[in-house]
């Protein structure tokens, strides 16, 4: 079984930042491509940005220049750092991680629980 979970939502002032993290854990073979969304009620969950096993990274225009995506391979963790934020970040955020559990295994996708991010303005 595969598990990922999130930690460092919450609720901050617009300017402010946070810093979410996700850590997969079970029998995992190799972790490919990992991603952080958002989705607001009623809304399509969206991607923010994502990063390669080898660490070559994509962040949508709207957070350019304030988030910042990383990971640890070697713990299986996922960062997202943000920066300057504003009240439209408000969301649920959820990570995400490609992954195959065996060399021989289909690679299949697995989503953290989600956290709440809150910008006040």
């Known amino acids: 079984q595969v598990q990922l979970v999130e930690s460092g939502g919450g609720l901050v002032q617009a300017g402010g930042s946070l810093r979410l993290s996700c850590a997969a854990s079970g029998i995992i073979f190799k972790i490919n491509t990992m991603g952080w969304y958002r989705q607001a009620p009623g809304k399509q969950r969206e991607l923010v940005a994502s990063i390669t096993e080898g660490g070559n990274t994509y962040n949508v225009d709207s957070v350019k220049g304030r988030f910042i995506i990383s990971r640890d391979n070697a713990k299986n963790t996922m960062y997202l750092e943000m920066n300057a934020l504003k009240p439209e970040d408000t969301d649920v955020y959820y990570c995400?991680?490609?992954?195959?559990?065996?060399?021989?295994?289909?690679?299949?996708?697995?989503w953290g629980q989600g956290n709440q991010v809150t910008v006040s303005s």
């Open positions: 995400d991680a490609y992954l195959t559990k065996s060399k021989f295994a289909i690679d299949g996708h697995y």
